[in-house]
T-cell receptor, first 114, second 113 residues
Framework: ETGVTQSPTHLIKTRGQQVTLRCSSQSGHNTVSWYQQALGQGPQFIFQYYREEENGRGNFPPRFSGLQFPNYSSELNVNALELDDSALYLC?????????????FGNGTRLTVT | GDSVTQMEGPVTLSEEAFLTINCTYTATGYPSLFWYVQYPGEGLQLLLKATKADDKGSNKGFEATYRKETTSFHLEKGSVQVSDSAVYFC????????????FGAGTRLAVHP
């Protein structure tokens, strides 16, 4: 069984640029959520996708957007990068979107904005 | 809004010592509670969970009991090993039908031989 995989593992961008992060969910999982983990802090929920639609969002501005594809893989897009966007971005998939479905996390993408 | 507070680290222990990491929460309704562990360079792994009051979650020698009266979910282990060195996160998931987890800031544990 393949777990959650994210790419790239590391990325360096300049302020004002745009970035796309990718996530392949665990086999059979139809729900994907994204989290931002700043250095020394706990992860913060960005949004969740279920069957290709966003169905939950945290306190992040619209320049954070996403997609989910028919094979349940997902992208996180961030426009107009700011220095504070530097963080570890974690993707998590689950078998379904219910409260009893455990989340399986990938190893994350480390984004540095200079 | 919902929140999680956990004790600040780092926690430094000798091998075979007893571990407690405190976690308290604020939430409406009846949240599910979790402990996740993060090893260096890796994502989060679910360590244990509890979904209702008085439930005890356990895994790999770690335990935590859902205490609604004190809104707490403290993590304990009777005898830590060097391999337990990691960052531990307490988290809650409220109602709402989607998988939003609210995490504490994390507690770094360092175990020395």
């Amino acid at each position: 069984e393949t777990g959650v995989t994210q790419s790239p593992t590391h990325l360096i961008k300049t302020r004002g640029q745009q970035v796309t992060l990718r996530c392949s969910s665990q086999s059979g999982h139809n729900t994907v959520s994204w989290y931002q983990q700043a250095l020394g802090q706990g992860p913060q929920f960005i949004f969740q996708y279920y069957r290709e639609e966003e169905n939950g969002r945290g306190n992040f501005p619209p320049r954070f957007s996403g997609l989910q594809f028919p094979n349940y893989s997902s992208e996180l897009n961030v426009n107009a990068l700011e220095l504070d966007d530097s963080a570890l971005y974690l993707c998590a998939s689950s078998l379904r979107r219910g409260e009893d479905s455990p989340l399986h996390f990938g190893n994350g993408t480390r984004l540095t904005v200079t | 809004g919902d929140s999680v507070t956990q004790m600040e680290g780092p926690v430094t222990l000798s091998e075979e010592a007893f571990l407690t990491i405190n976690c308290t929460y604020t939430a409406t309704g009846y949240p599910s509670l979790f402990w996740y562990v993060q090893y260096p360079g890796e994502g989060l792994q679910l360590l244990l969970k509890a979904t209702k009051a008085d439930d005890k979650g356990s895994n790999k020698g770690f335990e935590a009991t859902y205490r609604k009266e004190t809104t707490s979910f403290h993590l304990e282990k009777g005898s830590v090993q060097v391999s337990d060195s990691a960052v531990y996160f307490c988290a809650l998931r409220g109602s709402g039908g989607y998988n939003k987890l609210i995490f504490g800031a994390g507690t770094r544990l360092a175990v020395h031989p």
